[in-house]
């Protein structure tokens, strides 16, 4: 692919805006910010002094190889330390008691291997970013075509919404929760939705500088939490006599386990970009490993944290817990140390921050990728409807950080799984070397006549969100406990049936649409 000069005749910028021939797509591929400015006519000035400012004009172009950089190659780890060693991730392991009543130990098991799975999974899809210089949700159109690209767009907007919501939420409430009457809620939540929106209004390079070191800081933090929480007293055996047996035990393990799955690859959909900027010959085994652990490792540690807390039994702690949820309970471990763990409370809360920016990045990112007359629209403007929406509903829906927690990463799990069989199915066995098609057009990305007419993606799709719901309605009976306790004993293995619901339909489907359309 090569760059064009930096001359526009009229024809050019009237195609340029149109989107209609592949010299276009090469032009904004090469200098997307001197397309966007002539596009937008009295606006370009305004913009100009932008993009010269450091913003990011770049949106869902693919990028040229020869604008390509090698400079944040080990941000594949440092990047997705900074964004899961955060506060947002303890209440996912405190759902594992306070939900699901699982022991310490069963807890831990499942967050292991369910998380396992998940970093796998996501670690692939980030492989993609260097290999193919596009972001993730435009790779989904050769498999799923144009209008499949469009669906899955739209369930990544709802999911990175979905996730700054609870973020926004869980931090506004932990920051007003440090002097109880001075600070409330609401403006907190506010507060952590202006820190993230600013490293993403700039975009690409100020995240990835921002996320280099985050983590430093909000790892030294959970460390304290974490040894001012074994001061307290962790009991590991404090939930075995709540713990379910049989039957029931199986369906816990599993819902849960479709909740740690589902936390991991929720950063599928957008696991390639934040390295799409790599050199192609970057190794993909490298981009594998290091994404896998940097998933892996911070999640795991983070979220069995949180079940640890749950092992508390003072009643102080308890009753923390119970007033003040998470936030609370953190408040109370780190109550020794007075006003300096006052001050570790609020790094705490604006660690959730570093989780905030890939949302709000790659939800801009994902409404440009509903099609073309979204892609002309700057990425940045996108960036600030995501802040709004998100702002706007985690004040509404403050009170209810726990079922929305629970009830988001449940279905989230099960569409990011069939997501993933999918766009993993149509990478080894259509487009392998020697495949029915031989590897990637990269050039006909953004030109629905030559990439997959999408039936069978869209369809295999269909076939996942049958299976999930068959999965989901596996949880829909309850028992009653004492004449007036009721509780789900129905396992959710919704991820589980959505895989292999999509994995199934799609080689044949797949297969049929090569054999009738050539691609």
């Given amino acids: 692919m090569s760059a064009l000069s930096g001359h526009y005749s009229g024809d050019e910028e009237k195609s340029v805006a149109g989107f209609e021939d592949a010299q276009d797509v090469y032009t904004i591929e090469a200098t997307p910010d001197r397309v966007i400015i002539r596009r937008f006519g009295k606006l370009g000035p305004l913009l100009s002094r932008l993009f010269a400012c450091g913003v990011e004009a770049r949106g869902v172009e693919r ?162 939490l974490c040894g001012l929480g074994g001061k307290a007293g962790y009991d590991i055996n404090a939930q075995k006599q709540l713990e379910d047996t049989g039957h029931a035990l199986s369906a816990d393990i599993l819902s849960f386990g479709g909740i740690v799955f589902g936390l991991f690859t929720g950063w599928a959909p957008v696991a390639a970009d934040f390295n799409c900027r790599l050199p192609a010959g970057t190794p993909p085994m490298r981009v594998f490993l290091l994404t896998f652990f940097g998933l892996y490792i911070p999640i795991c540690f983070v979220t069995i944290l949180g079940a640890a807390l749950m092992t508390i039994t003072d009643p102080a702690y308890v009753a923390a ?121 990269l050039d006909d990305y953004d030109t629905p006549s030559k990439l997959p007419a999408g039936v069978a993606g869209i369809l295999a799709g269909c076939f996942g969100v049958a299976g999930a719901v068959i999965g989901m309605s596996q949880a829909g009976y309850r028992r009653c406990i004492n004449l007036s306790l009721c509780k789900m004993v129905g396992a959710e293995i919704g991820f589980e049936l959505a895989a292999a619901f999509s994995a199934v339909t799609y080689l044949p489907l797949r297969a049929l649409e090569i054999r009738l359309t050539g691609r």
Avoid at 92 to 102: C, E, H, M, P
Avoid at 146 to 155: K, R, W
Avoid at 412 to 417: F, I, P
């Fill in 321 to 441: 817990f119970r007033d003040g949820s998470t936030g609370g309970l953190a408040a109370q471990v780190l109550s020794p140390w007075g006003h300096f763990g006052q001050f570790i409370l609020v790094l705490l809360a604006l660690s959730v921050i570093a989780n905030n920016i890939p949302n709000t990045y790659s939800a801009g990112l994902s409404m440009q990728a509903l099609g073309r007359p979204f892609a002309i629209i700057p990425r940045f403007l996108w960036v600030l409807l995501a802040f709004v929406a998100y702002t706007v509903a985690g004040v509404a829906g403050r009170e209810h950080f726990s079922t929305i927690l629970s009830n988001f990463l449940r279905i989230l799990s099960d569409w990011t799984a069939f997501f993933i069989v999918i766009v993993a199915e149509e990478h080894f066995i259509f487009r392998r070397k020697n495949g029915p098609l031989g590897g990637y057009n």
């Fill in 63 to 224: 990028i040229p190889e020869n604008q390509r950089e090698s400079k944040n190659s080990w941000n594949n780890i440092l990047m997705w330390w900074s964004v899961n060693t955060v506060f947002d991730i303890i209440p996912v392991g405190v759902l594992a008691q306070s939900t699901f009543t699982l022991s310490f130990r069963n807890s831990v098991a499942t967050i292991l291997c369910f998380g396992a799975l998940g970093a796998v999974a996501t670690a692939f899809v980030a492989t993609l970013g260097p290999t193919m210089g596009l972001r993730t949700m435009v790779i989904t159109r050769f498999s799923s075509g144009y209008l499949g690209c469009t669906i899955y767009s739209v369930l990544n907007i709802l999911t990175q919404l979905g996730f700054s919501t609870t973020t926004v939420i869980l931090g506004g409430q932990t920051l007003s929760s440090i002097n109880p009457g001075t600070l409330p809620s609401v403006v907190g939540i506010i507060i952590i939705g202006v820190c993230s929106l600013i490293p993403c209004f700039v975009g690409y390079n100020m995240v990835h500088v921002y996320e280099r070191y985050a983590w430093i800081i909000t790892l030294t933090c959970m460390l304290f």
